[in-house]
């Protein structure tokens, strides 16, 4: 599986972006998708995800309410909406592909595959 993320930009604090992951390969929807992110000299954290099995949606705290991801198995496309933007949002972004357990579907190594990034820059 080959992943490639888009979408990201500048915006302003309170802004939205919507970001993007195009997946190759036909066994897409047997994967759960994942977004991560890392900032300047911090490690690459959790966003979202969203299970192959069952299309249950998860978050971290810090973006629960502002963000939503979602899938489009036909198009092979996973997609975070990312609404009421903060500073503390600027980050490299990440899609990821994998089988995590639910346990494991928060930690980088339940996913296999990742894309080469997209670049958010919220300013204050």
């Known amino acids: 599986v080959q992943l490639q993320a888009s979408g990201g930009g500048l915006v302003q604090a309170g802004g939205s972006l919507r970001l993007s992951c195009a997946a190759s390969g036909s066994t897409f929807s047997r994967y759960s998708m994942g977004w991560f992110r890392q900032a300047p000299g911090k490690e690459r954290e959790f966003v979202a995800a969203?299970?192959?099995?069952?299309?249950?949606?998860y978050y971290s705290d810090s973006v629960k309410g502002r963000f939503t991801i979602s899938r489009d198995v036909a198009k092979n496309t996973v997609d975070l909406q990312m609404n009421s933007l903060k500073f503390e949002d600027t980050a490299v972004y990440y899609c990821a592909a994998g089988t995590p357990i639910l346990s494991a579907l928060r930690q980088k190594s339940g996913y296999y595959y990742w894309g080469r990034g997209t670049q958010v820059t919220v300013s204050s």
């Open positions: 969203i299970r192959s099995s069952s299309g249950n949606t």
